[in-house]
DNA sequence: GCCAACGTTGGC
DNA sequence: GCCAACGTTGGC
């Protein structure tokens, strides 16, 4: 099993919406590497639900994937934001996982408080804060359940 | 709302 | 292939 992180704007799509909704497709990726990301995601897969632009910024809970990845349908949409033009059903360009819902952390961890642990200092959330999709160490999951008080 | 960081586009 | 211009992300 391999952890990641993946980050929504809870104004957009939040862990409650997850919650809610049980399953969820993780469209509108539209950056390479965390397309790649997704690509290399298998079912089982653990995930940190990051709220971005949000107050404060935080991991806020857990999800699963359910489906590997797949082809994006908003890229095909027209009416989509997430459209691309250059993609197309016989040679898709983007793709998406299915994500399940797991659970709320009891207590979310802010960005704050993962920027004040050593142990965290190498997370792509700190050194390479625009990537939508990262990879997350065993141990570094562990530490951000256990501040997470899970 | 501002703006730094940084990924993408496109002219050459 | 370089790099300036431009657009987006996301913290604050």
Redesign the pocket.
């Known amino acids: 099993v391999k952890y990641w992180l993946m980050?929504?704007?809870p104004d957009v799509y939040s862990i409650d919406d997850l919650a809610r909704d049980k399953h969820a497709g993780w469209d509108?990726v539209?950056?390479?590497?965390a397309r790649n990301y997704m690509r290399e995601m298998q079912i089982g897969d653990q995930v940190l639900f990051?709220?971005?632009?949000?107050?404060?910024?935080a991991v806020a809970g857990i999800a699963k994937v359910v489906k590997n990845a797949h082809a994006d349908p908003t890229q095909f949409d027209r009416k989509s934001k997430y459209y691309?033009s250059?993609s197309s059903p016989e040679d898709p360009r983007w793709q998406q996982v299915e994500l399940g819902f797991v659970k709320r952390l009891p207590k979310a961890v802010?960005?704050?408080d993962i920027?004040g642990e050593k142990a965290l200092a190498k997370m792509d959330?700190l050194?390479?804060?625009?990537?939508?999709v990262q990879a997350v160490k065993a141990n570094e999951w562990r530490k951000i359940l256990q501040m997470g008080g899970a």
Request: a positive charge; hydrophobic letters at 20%; proline letters at 3%.
């Open positions: 980050k929504s704007e509108g539209r950056n390479y590497q990051y709220h971005s632009n949000a107050t404060p910024s691309d250059k802010a960005l704050q920027r959330l050194v390479r804060s625009r990537l939508s």
